[in-house]
């Protein structure tokens, strides 16, 4: 949108919001409030929960990682007004995770390179994650699945609110036999 097309640096938003924060903000609060009109209609629709996808979070600066990405993701849970759970994924951000839950996601979903039990751990009982296979495992073997697999419910313990997950999707080069390893030991149909 302010890119002109796919960019690797994000150099005209990050300019943009440096050097006209009037433009960035104003910009901002159009996409929040089309995110707003668009997830009510997802709920209408009938979705049962809703994800958002903070790709922006480990781009900006963290000394602006407040005002420029959890601000608005704040507000764009708060006008959802609690009508079904919302999720939040930030990649390469789950350091931020205690700042992440005050956006009022009921789930905070977290990449691979992320341990479970050390974020359980600065977090209260009472949120619930998501994650953390990383997807590069389901292209190795069936074995090793099964072990990584293993690895993540470890980690995730026996605490109540925890929702296995790849730590980024599925990639094309996934092989069905390690999905299918993955399934077993997640549904517990054979122990790894």
């Known amino acids: 949108m302010v890119e002109g097309g796919s960019a690797k640096d994000f150099v005209a938003i990050k300019k943009l919001a440096w050097d006209q924060p009037e433009q960035f903000e104003a910009l901002m609060q159009k996409l929040t409030n089309a995110i707003v009109e668009y997830l009510h209609m ?11 996808f903070d790709s922006w979070g480990a781009i900006c600066p963290a000394t602006h990682y407040e005002a ?5 993701i704040r507000h764009i849970i708060k006008e959802l007004k609690k009508r079904v759970p919302v999720i939040l994924y ?21 990449d691979w390179t992320m341990n479970l039990r050390r974020v ?14 990383d997807p590069v495992v389901l292209t190795t073997t069936p074995e090793i699945t099964r072990i990584e697999a293993q690895r993540v419910l470890d980690q995730a313990g026996k605490q109540p609110g925890f929702i296995f ?4 999707g599925m990639i094309p080069s996934a092989k069905i036999e390690c999905v299918e390893a993955l399934m077993e030991v997640v ?6």
């Open 42 to 52: 997802q709920i209408d629709a009938g979705a049962d929960a809703l994800q958002i």
């Open 68 to 72: 420029w990405s959890l601000r608005w």
């Open 90 to 110: 930030a990649k390469g951000m789950g350091h931020k995770a205690a700042d992440q839950i005050h956006t009022g996601a009921s789930v905070l979903s977290l």
């Open 120 to 133: 359980r751990s600065t977090l209260n009982h009472g949120t619930a994650i998501q994650g953390n296979l």
């Open 165 to 168: 997950n790849l730590g980024h």
């Open 187 to 192: 549904t517990g149909q054979k122990n790894a």
